[in-house]
């Protein structure tokens, strides 16, 4: 019965997915795009997991699930400064970026280096597999990023609510929703609930807010539909400049 739960969430993170696709506009932030990609990988990660017979496939499962565990906050993140309309400087978006490459790096080495996971064990238990595992260092360091990129999410849409008055209300609200329901999951997960794992729940909560959040977009950002005409009329002129303005 858990591993229905996993499956059903996995076709439901497939399902809003094709939905993104139909809904798709040239003008979407990438950021968008890149967290309707990555959820489904995880919640394939949930159900390849609660299947697993062996170590070998439970391990590699985990790897699967630490995708969106490693880069979804960060995508989070980034679609917040930039709906907020924030500026995050280059050298910052990259730094973040690289470490959250790092950490998925250590999370690859499950099974190989004890750095992130120190001792791992395999059982299943009422029909679903178990993962035994005591956390390394680098386990450690994985929280205080995900805590930092969350609380850096937090800040810049509560600074946009009260500062930014050019950006609806409703898209912020919307934006702050889906940051708190995948924290609250991920404490849920990790000090009260083993099984069913609320966290895929949230990814699903995610892609609910950020179809809401990009119909509302669709609706409210008019320059691309300005853009848009100018082009095709045909008789406007356009300077494109790179990060050096070359």
């Not at 996993?6 to 979407?28: A, E």
């Not at 609200?173 to 708190?180: C, S």
Request: net charge positive; with cysteine.
């Amino acid at each position: 019965m858990i591993a229905l739960y996993y499956d059903i969430l996995f076709l439901c993170s497939i399902i809003f997915l094709i939905l993104y696709v139909f809904m798709w506009h040239k003008h979407f932030d990438i950021t968008f795009t890149v967290v309707f990609l990555l959820i489904p990988f995880s919640c394939l990660g949930y159900a390849m997991y609660a299947h697993a017979e062996s170590i070998g496939e439970a391990v590699a499962a985990t790897k699967l699930i630490y995708i969106g565990g490693s880069f979804l906050q960060y995508f989070l993140m980034l679609s917040v400064f930039n709906l907020c309309k924030l500026e995050l400087r280059r050298i910052v978006r990259k730094s973040l970026f690289l470490l959250c490459m790092i950490l998925y790096g250590w999370v690859l080495s499950i099974g190989s280096l004890p750095l992130f996971y120190k001792e791992i064990s395999f059982h299943r238990e009422d029909g679903i597999s178990v993962l035994e595992r005591s956390y390394g260092i680098m386990h450690t360091l994985f929280y205080i990023v995900l805590g930092t990129l969350f609380l850096i999410s937090v800040l810049a849409i509560i600074y946009s609510y009260f500062k930014k008055l050019q950006v609806s209300r409703k898209i912020i609200r919307q934006l702050f929703l889906p940051n708190v329901v995948a924290i609250f999951c991920y404490i849920l997960a990790h000090s009260i609930i083993r099984q069913p794992d609320p966290i895929p729940f949230a990814y699903i909560f995610a892609e609910i807010s950020y179809l809401l959040i990009a119909h509302r977009v669709t609706l409210y950002d008019i320059s691309d539909t300005v853009i848009d005409s100018l082009v095709q009329n045909g008789n406007t002129g356009f300077i494109s400049f790179d990060f050096k303005l070359r």
